[in-house]
């Protein structure tokens, strides 16, 4: 469904035990890139009807899990400060061809791809975090459906600028390059560390 090619490894969860502080402000950053991604899609095809409506309902969401987050930091005497953030993103976005409509297709492949290992951390959060605190484990189990969606709807807007066997072609090779930059893993704890 979320058209990964790799799982999270043990390495990343244990990062997460260690500096929860530090994942739960990264996810705060990431829910506000999430949305400005989706702000700079309406910006650069602004005469796409259908993608403006998709993204700015993204936008309005990812707004509103930035605010839960920095919720839930409030509630937790986290203070939301600026972090160095991890390399997965840029590394990500430089994949993305300079040409039209190619480049159409790899912002949106590269937006799916965050989404849908967003979504799987999520889900392994929730269950690594059941037994220890719940109410962190209900948060994340609270994102996972709207962060699928998100891939989904990324996913079949790519098809309005290539036919689909060419999307699907484009959304494995991003996949496999997806699976080797989270597989080397990143020093500082984050969410795609
Ligand atoms: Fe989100
Ligand atoms: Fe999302």
Not at 1 to 9: R, V
Not at 52 to 68: P, Y
Not at 106 to 134: N, P, T
Request: aromatic residues 6%.
């Amino acid at each position: 469904m979320l058209n990964l090619q790799s799982n999270t490894s043990a390495r990343w969860l244990q990062q997460v035990a260690e500096h929860l502080d530090q994942i739960l402000i990264d996810h705060a950053h990431c829910e506000k890139k999430a949305a400005g991604t989706a702000m700079n899609l309406i910006f650069a095809y602004v005469e796409n009807q259908e993608l403006c409506q998709a993204m700015s309902q993204i936008v309005n969401e990812e707004l509103a899990h930035f605010h839960l987050v920095l919720d839930l930091l409030n509630r937790r005497g986290i203070r939301f400060r600026r972090q160095t953030p991890s390399q997965y993103g840029r590394r990500l976005n430089d994949l993305v061809r300079k040409q039209e409509p190619q480049r159409a297709v790899d912002r949106l492949l590269v937006a799916s791809l965050i989404e849908a290992r967003s979504c799987e951390r999520f889900d392994l959060l929730r269950k690594h975090l059941q037994d220890q605190d719940r109410e962190l484990a209900d948060f994340f189990g609270g994102l996972f459906e709207s962060e699928a969606r998100h891939h989904s709807t990324y996913v079949r807007l790519a098809k309005m600028y290539a036919d689909e066997e060419t999307v699907h072609a484009r959304l494995k090779e991003l996949a496999a390059d997806e699976a080797r930059i989270i597989g080397e893993g990143e020093a500082l704890p984050r969410v795609h560390s």
